[in-house]
């Protein structure tokens, strides 16, 4: 029996050999789509993540720095009250008030960092294309994103808007308040603009990394989207510090931002649902009209209402861009998934004639075994 097994190892060596091929992956949608890099491991996406939070923190604080010495410089050279300027600067450490122009420079700027720190973290671990977190197309679709984003404007506008004025018919007061007499009408024009300007980079850069890295690092390690949206969703709820009902709509938000993700393919209706969002709350603060002029005290109070409008504008944006995708998908060329080739190693018994021909083998001839 033993010079039976030799015998056949030595008429087929390659039995046990494998060899290296390109082979085409099964179609991925989009928070699968590191099964789509060259030699996939389950621990690639967890150390990209790592090595982005440390060019994070290392870019930050250079930037903090120097927005720091700008601030000061400024109010060197204008004669500038420095008590003034080292509250602001204090303010923007604390909490974003649109009342503290350099607390919104410093805030937003900071959060935007994240693009560039996770852009270098995948090419430190040689992650090609780096495009593979906006989509499986490799790039951001510009006119997928222009559509969700006027369907964001129009849903948002009209659904905030009619809830205001239903509150103030229910209650009968006023939503809106009167102006503090300390109001700053100069600081609020500076702030919108840089709101304007700002918000499109701190939105995307949120969803680059929440609906981007993370959801795409559980879709790595399990198959099922469902349990990767909750996660993500539950770590975007409780990275923004509000009250309960803050939180619980906020989280939501995340959880129709991931679903969307993967049902479109990328993060183009995410990023448009965001910015919307952000810059419809950024107004509202700037406004003056209401409570504060400060991020942290917008949710507070709110209470069930708050949850309750969200659930509106969520539901609307999910069904106008489910319709936008079946009507257009085709025609504009859109896709929800991607199959890339790979190189893989498959033993060699099972290569096809192809595969044998491409990792430079020739068919062994069968032993002769004639009289």
Not at 197 to 220: D, K, M
Not at 226 to 247: C, E, N, P, Q
């Amino acid at each position: 029996m033993t010079q039976n097994n030799q015998s056949q190892e030595q008429l087929y060596p390659w039995a046990q050999q494998t060899a290296r091929v390109r082979a085409r992956t099964e179609p991925l949608r989009y928070h699968e789509l590191w099964r789509g890099i060259n030699k996939p491991r389950w621990y690639k996406p967890l150390v990209v993540s790592l090595i982005g939070v440390g060019y994070y923190i290392a870019i930050s604080i250079v930037f903090v720095i120097l927005a720091f010495v700008a601030a000061f410089g400024i109010a060197f050279v204008t004669s500038a009250e420095s008590s003034i300027n080292l509250e602001d600067l204090l303010m923007s450490l604390s909490a974003i008030n649109t009342q503290h122009p350099l607390s919104i420079f410093i805030g937003l700027t900071s959060v935007a960092l994240m693009i560039p720190a996770g852009w270098l973290a995948l090419k430190t671990m040689g992650i090609k294309p780096t495009g593979r977190l906006w989509s499986v197309a490799l790039k951001i679709r510009w006119d997928l994103l222009l559509a969700a984003f006027a369907i964001a404007a129009v849903v948002l506008v009209i659904v905030q808007f009619g809830s205001m004025f239903i509150v103030s018919a229910v209650s009968g007061e006023p939503v809106l308040n009167e102006r503090p007499a300390d109001f700053d009408t100069r600081a609020m024009w500076i702030s919108v603009l840089l709101v304007v300007v700002l918000v499109p980079f701190q939105a995307t850069a949120e969803e680059y990394v929440f609906r981007g890295f993370l959801l795409q690092t559980f879709g790595n390690w399990m198959r099922n989207p469902v349990v990767a949206i909750l996660l993500t969703s539950a770590l975007f709820g409780a990275m923004h510090i509000y009250d309960i009902w803050g939180m619980l709509s906020v989280t939501l938000l995340g959880c129709l931002a991931a679903y969307l993700t993967i049902r479109t393919g990328g993060l183009e209706a995410a990023m448009a649902l965001h910015i919307v969002n952000n810059y419809v709350a950024f107004g509202f603060m700037a406004s003056g009209y209401l409570d504060s002029t400060s991020q942290e005290s917008q949710t507070s109070g709110s209470g069930p209402a708050l949850v309750l409008t969200e659930i509106v504008v969520l539901a609307l944006f999910w069904l106008a861009v489910e319709l936008l995708w079946k009507k257009k998908a085709a025609d504009r060329g859109w896709a929800n998934t991607r199959v890339d080739v790979i190189e893989v190693d498959v033993p060699i018994a099972e290569l096809t004639e192809e595969q044998r021909r491409q990792a430079g083998l020739v068919p062994i001839a069968a032993p002769n075994t004639g009289a």
